[in-house]
C-alpha cells in the first residue's frame, strides 16, 4: 500500500521494465486510468529490517577486512548482473557476496589476490 496526497494506491504488480519499474494500481486497468497520477509523489512505510543494507547507507563507510585491516572507502555500489560491487575508492571492486558484516565500517573477507588486482 503506497500513500498519495489523493489518497492510499494498492500496488496489484510491479516488475522492472528497461531501468524502470512497470507498475500496476488497485482499479487502474488502462493507461488512460492512470494519466491523472501522473507526477503523483508515493510514500511508504520505512522498511526496518536489520538484515537489509541501503545504498545510501554504505557511501562514505570504511571498508576493512576481518582482521581489522582498513582496505578503503566506499565510494559507490555498482549494480551488476552477477553481483553488486562495492566501489572503493581506489577503483578496486568487492562483490557482494564477501561482504561479511555492515555496522560503523564494511567488512570483508576477499579471496586472496582479489584486491591485489587493479
Excluded: K, S, Y
Amino acid at each position: 500500500m503506497l500513500q498519495t496526497d489523493r489518497g492510499p494506491l494498492t500496488v496489484v504488480e510491479a516488475h522492472p521494465h528497461q531501468h524502470r519499474w512497470r507498475v500496476r494500481f488497485e482499479g487502474f486497468a488502462t493507461r488512460e486510468d492512470v494519466d491523472p497520477l501522473h507526477g503523483l509523489v508515493l510514500r511508504a512505510e520505512p522498511v526496518d529490517d536489520p538484515d537489509v543494507w541501503f545504498v545510501h547507507e554504505l557511501i562514505g563507510l570504511p571498508v576493512v577486512l576481518t582482521d581489522g585491516t582498513e582496505v578503503g572507502t566506499c565510494t559507490a555500489i555498482i549494480d551488476n548482473p552477477a553481483h553488486d560491487l562495492v566501489e572503493l575508492g581506489d577503483g578496486r571492486l568487492v562483490p557482494l557476496p564477501f561482504v561479511v558484516d555492515v555496522g560503523d565500517v564494511i567488512e570483508i573477507d576477499p579471496p586472496e589476490g582479489l584486491l591485489d588486482l587493479a
